[in-house]
């Protein structure tokens, strides 16, 4: 049994040796996004091809479960179409982790928000419409970020 503070063995390995880490040079699209609960950065780039993530990095100054979802959640989204991807959810990336303490689970919410954000800059570069409930996320984030 695990301990309520332990990392799962996922978790470890992924935080030992992250998959994409790093940036793209002009990335079709970018997120950048705080942790407010621990004022930790993460940023992820996108290279999008006919709707499709073809290639995605990431770069982040956050903890071990930061690192570890950003990790996974770029296994989980890469060769899938935006659509798909706006539909990951917090759940997912952390059972794809086998768990993440719960002191942790605000860390997780970082690589799922700098996804939203990422697609959401590729579609206003692109002047493509922006999904009501994205646009709605896109606003939590920034006014979230405002206030800080
Ligand atoms: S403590 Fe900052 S991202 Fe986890």
Request: glycine fraction near 6%; hydrophobic fraction near 35%; charged fraction near 30%.
């Amino acid at each position: 049994m695990r301990g309520q503070f332990t990392y799962s063995k996922k978790v470890l390995s992924h935080f030992r040796k992250p998959h994409n880490l790093g940036n793209i040079k002009n990335p079709s699209g970018l997120g950048e996004v705080g942790n407010l609960a621990c004022g930790d950065v993460m940023k992820l780039y996108l290279k999008i091809e006919d709707d499709k993530i073809e290639e995605i990095k990431f770069e982040t100054y956050g903890c071990a479960a930061a690192i570890a979802t950003s990790s996974v959640i770029t296994d989980l989204v890469k060769g899938k179409t935006i659509e798909e991807a706006l539909k990951m959810t917090n759940k997912e990336v952390i059972d794809s982790l086998d768990g993440l303490p719960p002191i942790k689970i605000h860390c997780s919410l970082l690589s799922v928000d700098a996804l939203g954000e990422a697609i959401y800059d590729y579609l206003v570069k692109n002047n493509r419409e922006i999904p009501k409930e994205l646009e709605e996320r896109h606003r939590r984030i920034t006014t979230l970020a405002d206030h800080h």
